[in-house]
C-alpha cells in the first residue's frame, strides 16, 4: 500500500485526488498538507474532500506529514513545488508534479532535483491528453510544413497561468514531430497588423471563462481542408486518476525525471 501526502489538501484538485485516492487499490491517504493559517487546518481531509472520515486531520507540519510517507502529489506553483522536490529529493520520495506555468529555469532545477528521488512531472495528468499529445506529434510528422498549426485552449477564469501548460506540452509535440524548436517558432498572440501568416510557425490562442475545467484543441489548417484533435475534460478527476496512478507507477522505478508518457508506455 502506498502511502500518499496531497499538497492543497482543501483545494479543488487537493480534494480530487483524496477521492481518486479512496477509489484505486493500493493507494492511502496518508497526511495532507495545507499553508499556515488555512482554515482546513486541524480538519479532516476526507470530511473536506466530500468522503467520510478517515482521521487524516490536514496540517501544516510538513517533517510530521512527509515523515513515513511514500509519496507526495502536487498540483501547487513551481516556487511550492521546487521546495517539495528537494524534500523529495532528500527522503527518496515519490513526487508526482502536475504544476503548471514553469519557466526553463525552473524546470532545470527540477531535473537537478530528480537524482535520488523518482519525479513524475507533466503538463496534464490526464490519460486522454496524453494520448492527444502522441497523435498530435505523429500528425505534425505526417502533415507538410503548409499546414499551419494552431493550439487553442479554454480554462475557467480563475486559472493563474497562460497558455496552459497543456497548451504548451501540445505545441511542443507539435514542434517535436516538424523537428523544429518550439521557443523559435511560437506565436504566443496576435493583435493589430500582424501581416500574414509565417509558414511553420506554431499558433496558440488563450480563452479563459466560467468555470470551464479544460478544453484543448490542435487544428492543422492547409489548403481547403482542416484536421482538428480535441480533448475535453469534464471533472477533475481525470487528473486526480492519472496522478494517483502515476505515483503508484513510480514506485518502484529507479530515481528519475519521468512524464505521463512513460506511465501510459507512449
Not at 478517515?54 to 512527509?66: E, H, K, Q, R
Not at 519525479?119 to 496524453?130: A, D, E, F, L, W
Request: net charge negative; with cysteine; charged share 20%.
Amino acid at each position: 500500500m502506498q502511502k500518499i501526502t496531497i499538497l492543497g489538501a482543501s483545494g479543488r484538485m487537493g480534494c480530487a485526488n483524496i477521492r481518486a485516492i479512496s477509489q484505486i487499490e493500493g493507494a492511502q491517504l496518508y497526511s495532507g498538507i495545507e499553508r499556515d493559517g488555512a482554515d482546513a487546518i486541524g480538519k479532516d481531509a476526507s470530511v473536506i474532500a466530500g468522503l467520510e472520515a478517515s482521521g487524516v486531520l490536514i496540517t501544516s507540519d510538513i517533517d510530521a506529514a512527509l515523515s513515513g510517507s511514500d509519496a507526495i502529489i502536487d498540483f501547487t506553483v513551481p516556487q511550492v513545488s521546487i521546495e517539495y522536490a528537494k524534500r523529495a529529493h532528500k527522503l527518496g520520495l515519490v513526487h508526482v508534479i502536475g504544476t503548471t506555468g514553469w519557466t526553463q529555469e525552473q524546470d532545470d532545477q527540477i531535473a537537478n532535483l530528480s537524482g535520488n528521488g523518482r519525479i513524475v512531472k507533466s503538463g496534464n495528468m490526464s490519460m486522454g491528453v496524453n494520448l492527444l499529445e502522441n497523435l498530435v506529434k505523429k500528425a505534425a510528422a505526417a502533415l507538410p510544413d503548409d499546414f499551419d498549426i494552431e493550439v487553442l485552449e479554454m480554462h475557467h477564469r480563475m486559472k493563474m497561468d497562460a497558455p496552459s501548460g497543456t497548451a504548451l506540452m501540445l505545441g511542443e509535440a507539435a514542434a517535436e514531430g516538424r523537428d523544429i524548436d518550439l521557443a523559435d517558432n511560437a506565436v504566443r498572440s496576435r493583435d493589430g497588423i500582424t501581416g500574414a501568416r509565417e509558414t511553420g510557425t506554431i499558433g496558440f490562442a488563450t480563452l479563459r471563462g466560467g468555470t470551464v475545467i479544460g478544453d484543448h484543441s490542435v487544428i492543422f489548417a492547409g489548403s481547403y481542408e482542416r484536421i482538428e484533435i480535441k480533448h475535453h475534460a469534464q471533472d477533475r478527476s481525470v487528473f486526480a486518476n492519472g496522478a494517483i496512478r502515476a505515483s503508484l507507477w513510480a514506485q518502484d522505478k529507479a530515481p528519475g525525471l519521468y512524464s505521463m508518457a512513460d506511465v501510459l508506455g507512449l
